[in-house]
């Protein structure tokens, strides 16, 4: 069994900083991507930022220059540092990634259970 469990989310005022942790655990041999997806009320789940194991990264147009997603491949872990928050920001924040858990077998997908970020005064 792998498990994502993510931490970090609560309420900032806009302007201030967030980082949010993504820690895989269980019977893992490998991470492929990992990403940080949102959704935010009334609206469809969006990628925010993804990285690869090669350490190549992609975002979401609204958050370029604000987010940062890095990763521990050590420790199984994928982060999201949020910086300059706004309040279109506010969703429940999940965490996605692609594991093996035994050589040459296929990937699984995993999401984790959420964390909410809550931009306001």
């Known amino acids: 069994q792998v498990q994502l469990v993510e931490s970090g989310g609560g309420l900032v005022q806009p302007g201030g900083s967030l980082r949010l942790s993504c820690v895989a655990s269980g019977s893992i041999y490998e991470t492929y991507d990992m990403d940080w997806f949102r959704q935010a009320p009334g609206k469809q789940r969006e990628m925010v930022a993804s990285?690869?194991?090669?350490?190549?990264?992609r975002y979401l147009d609204s958050v370029k220059g604000r987010f940062t997603i890095s990763r521990h491949d050590t420790n199984n872990t994928v982060y999201l540092d949020m910086n300059n928050v706004e309040p279109e920001d506010t969703a429940v924040y999940y965490c996605?990634?692609?594991?093996?858990?035994?050589?040459?077998?296929?990937?699984?997908?995993?999401w984790g259970q959420g964390t909410r970020v809550t931009v306001s005064n």
């Open positions: 990285i690869k194991s090669d350490g190549s990264r």
């Open positions: 996605h990634v692609e594991l093996a858990t035994m050589p040459h077998a296929l990937y699984l997908e995993v």
